[in-house]
């Protein structure tokens, strides 16, 4: 009970390869750009992989057969941590294992059959890849947005290096979970910030993306409107700012809390009794992990300081605290305590025995400090609040912050969440920072013209220390200045693989160009990406990345858009039958090679597409495998029989005859389930439900079965061929190889994936007939069909003339008719 899918497949992968069916063209006239995420090489191509390229492949097989150029590239994220690690694992240098890794990977790629344009292929550790990358670093170091800075960062005790704040996932590191520490470092890092408004206001043009990215992506970049306040030490007269968005309960301002970090205590002068107090928490608190001070999130703890700050507006003096829960890199680093109205300011307060002012009386309630249980947050009326008594909160925010810009005490101020990107790693295997440190003239980029600044190969030690790798390479670090022409080093960083994988989806529109990253020409013909398939998981990271990387290319010129995808859509997990993410690690890794070894590459992609929606989990059982072959076999056997019985021959039929009187024949119903077939295929994979695609051809096949008997032999003839095709043309985004095959045996010359996708007949797919049951006193007495949607009088005449429903009514008198449209109607007689 199988088709002989192994000669089948070989046989179409070789012949579409040969006829380059896929390749794009430079000059698309009607384009389309399917991109899917490109890979890590840090392990197998697993089945995860598999169901994300073939799910891309459904839209660019059906996109191609609709008419369009297409563009479905493919490459490897090669450099960077991932690689690098599954490299020291194995004790592999990093490049033999990624080349290797790369070979075997598209080497099992190739078996799936996916479109993929193999000629657009980049590997992002080739130099002529990331010579580009090195030269994108220097244009956004010319425009300052590429600089170094001394700052606290995150570190991976693990990795041995650097990570950015979009990389470290709830106190732990993105690639190894380890806690991640903090240390004052000199980075280089990628101003993105200056991007943060644009980043932000351009999510509302993104309506093709998921909703939840954007709410990640607006989260992230976190905007937040609100006033500077200077406050100031009593005793030194020290400026201590504020930044808040409730100004309109500075009234009820109890105390200050300075972060243990935050500079500005070191003009704060410590009375001398409290001096080893504070000096011990400081330290403690910098010793911690983000982990362990934000999972103190019940325990809200500080030390106070023996100073008082002044509070400008009321003149009042409150105590100055130094607490873990103020962060030191939001903001001013500073807090002003609002324990009334502020819930962490509450708990904090109520574990020192602060007071506690009430200034914001919620409508038809009176707060009283002591009764409080825990803080209003809410709008309200002010009160204890001076001159602004009586004002409802938000306008009371407007007038103070007036107040405070006129009497120069402060300003408006918009504060973002984001933090610049710090880039440079701590590792070998990455794209070298083209930058030259020289001692006279500082630091300088390489000339372009002597681009790419070559990792060093051979026998280097790799392994991460915690210092750069590359700075015991002789050869590398030692250069000359490009400015003086003295001695200098090159710097001995390497960036980030996400900086790498930024700017790939422009090089696919121009893989092999030596003189230019990319030409603006090519790119612009392609740009934007029509679908972006990947995971979720780099919500916050790459897909914020990557939109920072377009919009600065546009501002230099070399894009005319400013948002690289018009659709995104994230993809499901495949997960074993437990639920358990695969690895190869775990051993519960399912590799697609053996699948479609068993079982041939067309019934693994159907089962696959067949096992859940594509944009929610898999649990992988292996169990779909039966029905997708029955369901191909099926399909195979019956185009067999029919291709030989009836003489399917496309030479010898004529599709109009079928199209103009289908409504008089016997086949009627088949082909009206034929329509609503392709009406709903079609529907399915534009939002790439694909599994309820699958199930309405596997019906529409039973429909046949019912009903193929009743069709006379005369009219088989003439309308099997004409199912056949469209069923086929139906399957090929699917299942490729099987639907070529079939195309081919019924005379086809050219690929199915040029014919031209089917399009619905309108009046087809209306089920345009309904059965009306005619009751009389409550009795069902008749039935007949009308055309749907008949209006009463029309329905009330036929059955009245019925002779079933004269029977009853005839020496009667009818007292009333009641109609239930397309189904019921009702009549009373007396
Ligand atoms: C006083 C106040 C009273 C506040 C009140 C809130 C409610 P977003 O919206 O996230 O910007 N804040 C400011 N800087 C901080 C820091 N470095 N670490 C911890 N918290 C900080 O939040 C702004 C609010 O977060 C600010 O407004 C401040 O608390 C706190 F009834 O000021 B608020
Ligand atoms: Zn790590
Ligand atoms: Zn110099």
Request: charged share 25%; hydrophobic share 35%.
């Given at each position: 009970m199988n088709y002989p899918f192994k000669e089948i497949e070989e046989k179409w992968q070789k012949k579409w390869e040969e006829s380059k069916l896929y390749k794009a063209?430079?000059?698309?006239?009607?384009?389309f750009y399917m991109l899917v995420m490109f890979a890590y090489t840090s392990g197998d191509i697993h089945i995860g992989h598999f169901r994300n390229y073939i799910i891309g492949d459904v839209i660019a097989r059906y996109k191609m057969m609709q008419g369009y150029d297409l563009l479905y590239p493919f490459g490897w994220d090669a450099f960077g941590l991932p690689a690098e690690e599954a490299a020291i694992k194995r004790g592999e240098n990093p490049e033999k294992w990624t080349l290797k890794n790369i070979e075997n990977s598209r080497a099992t790629l190739k078996k799936t059959g996916v479109s993929f344009d193999w000629d657009r292929e980049v590997l992002t550790c080739m130099p002529d890849y990331y010579k580009w990358t090195q030269w994108i670093f220097i244009q956004l170091f010319k425009k300052k947005l590429a600089y170094r800075s001394k700052s606290l960062v995150n570190w991976c005790p693990h990795c041995n290096t650097v990570l950015a704040n979009e990389q470290v996932i709830q106190g732990e590191c993105w690639r190894c979970h380890s806690e991640v520490t903090k240390k004052e470092l000199e980075q280089w890092f990628f101003k993105i910030t200056a991007y943060a408004e644009r980043l932000l206001n351009d999510l509302d043009k993104l309506s093709g993306w998921p909703e939840n990215v954007k709410i990640m992506q607006r989260n992230w970049i976190g905007k937040s409107q609100g006033v500077e306040i200077d406050f100031k030490v009593e005793k030194t007269g020290e400026k201590l700012s504020v930044f808040t968005t409730r100004?309109?309960?500075?009234?009820?301002?109890?105390?200050?809390?300075?972060?243990?970090?935050?500079?500005?205590?070191?003009?704060?002068?410590?009375?001398?009794?409290?001096?080893?107090?504070?000096?011990?928490?400081?330290?403690?608190?910098?010793?911690?992990?983000?982990?362990?001070?934000?999972?103190?999130?019940?325990?809200?703890?500080?030390?106070?300081?023996?100073?008082?700050?002044?509070?400008?507006?009321?003149?009042?003096?409150?105590?100055?605290?130094?607490?873990?829960?103020?962060?030191?890199?939001?903001?001013?680093?500073?807090?002003?305590?609002?324990?009334?109205?502020?819930?962490?300011?509450?708990?904090?307060?109520?574990?020192?025995?602060?007071?506690?002012k009430v200034v914001i009386q919620p409508e038809g309630e009176t707060l009283s400090p002591e009764t409080m249980e825990k803080a209003y947050e809410g709008p309200g009326t002010m009160v204890n609040s001076n001159i602004f008594n009586e004002l409802w909160s938000s306008d009371g925010i407007e007038k103070i912050d007036d107040y405070i810009e006129e009497k120069n005490l402060g300003k408006r101020k918009t504060n973002f969440k984001l933090r610049d990107w710090l880039i440079s790693r701590q590792r070998y295997w990455g794209a070298p920072i083209p930058m030259i440190h020289c001692k006279k003239c500082g630091v300088l980029p390489v000339p372009e013209s002597d681009l790419p600044v070559l990792l060093p190969k051979g026998d280097i030690d790799f392994i991460p220390k915690g210092r750069s790798p590359l700075s015991d390479v002789k050869e590398f670090i030692e250069t000359t200045c490009p400015e003086c022409k003295g001695k200098a080093e090159r710097d001995p960083d390497t960036m980030d693989t996400f900086v790498c994988s930024s700017w790939y989806l422009f090089r696919y529109t121009d893989a092999h160009n030596d003189n230019e990253p990319f030409s603006r020409e090519k790119a612009n013909k392609w740009m934007p990406v029509d679908k972006y398939i990947g995971g979720i998981e780099h919500a916050t990271g790459h897909l914020l990345y990557f939109r920072f990387f377009t919009k600065f290319l546009h501002d230099i010129g070399w894009l005319n858009v400013e948002e690289p995808a018009i659709e995104l859509f994230n993809h499901g997990w495949v997960l074993d039958q437990y639920g358990e993410v695969m690895s190869k690690s775990k051993g519960n890794a399912v590799s697609p090679l053996d699948l479609m070894e068993q079982n041939?590459?067309?019934?693994?992609?159907?089962?696959?597409?067949?096992?859940?929606?594509?944009?929610?989990?898999?649990l992988w059982t292996g169990e779909g495998i039966t029905g997708a072959r029955r369901f191909l076999t099926r399909i195979y056997d019956f185009a067999k029989v029919c291709i030989?019985?009836?003489?399917?021959?496309?030479?010898?039929?004529?599709?109009?005859?079928?199209?103009?009187?289908?409504?008089?024949?016997?086949?009627?119903?088949?082909?009206?389930?034929?329509?609503?077939t392709i009406k709903k295929v079609t529907g399915d994979i534009e939002s790439l439900d694909l599994n309820t695609a699958i199930a309405s051809m596997m019906e529409l096949l039973n429909t046949l079965d019912e009903q193929l008997y009743v069709i006379p032999e005369t009219e088989r003839y003439e309308f099997l061929p004409y199912f056949i095709e469209k069923t086929t043309q139906l399957l090929a985004p699917f299942a490729p190889h099987l639907a070529e095959e079939i195309w081919q045996e019924m005379g086809h010359k050219e690929s199915i994936f040029k014919s031209e996708w089917p399009e619905y007949d309108k009046k087809a797919v209306i089920e345009d007939e309904v059965t009306i049951a005619v009751q009389i006193n409550g009795k069902l007495r008749a039935t007949f069909n009308v055309p749907m949607n008949s209006d009463q009088k029309a329905v009330e005449t036929i059955a009245l003339s019925d002779m079933k429903v004269q029977a009853y009514t005839k020496d009667k008198k009818i007292v009333k008719i009641i109609y239930v449209p397309n189904k019921i109607l009702n009549i009373v007689v007396k």
């Open positions: 063209s430079d000059d698309p006239l009607k384009k100004p309109d309960t500075i009234y009820g301002v109890t105390f200050m809390a300075i972060a243990p970090e935050n500079e500005l205590l070191r003009n704060v002068k410590i009375e001398p009794q409290y001096k080893k107090t504070v000096d011990d928490y400081i330290n403690k608190a910098l010793q911690k992990t983000d982990i362990e001070r934000s999972s103190l999130a019940g325990e809200k703890d500080g030390v106070f300081t023996g100073q008082y700050a002044i509070n400008p507006l009321s003149g009042e003096k409150v105590q100055l605290w130094v607490a873990e829960y103020v962060v030191a890199t939001y903001g001013t680093g500073v807090v002003m305590g609002v324990p009334g109205h502020d819930q962490r300011d509450f708990e904090f307060a109520k574990k020192y025995n602060i007071p506690i041939g590459v067309d019934v693994s992609r159907i089962a696959v597409y067949f096992a859940a929606p594509s944009g929610k989990e898999v030989d019985t009836y003489e399917v021959d496309i030479n010898k039929y004529s599709k109009s005859d079928i199209l103009s009187d289908w409504n008089t024949k016997t086949y009627k119903s088949v082909y009206r389930k034929l329509h609503q």
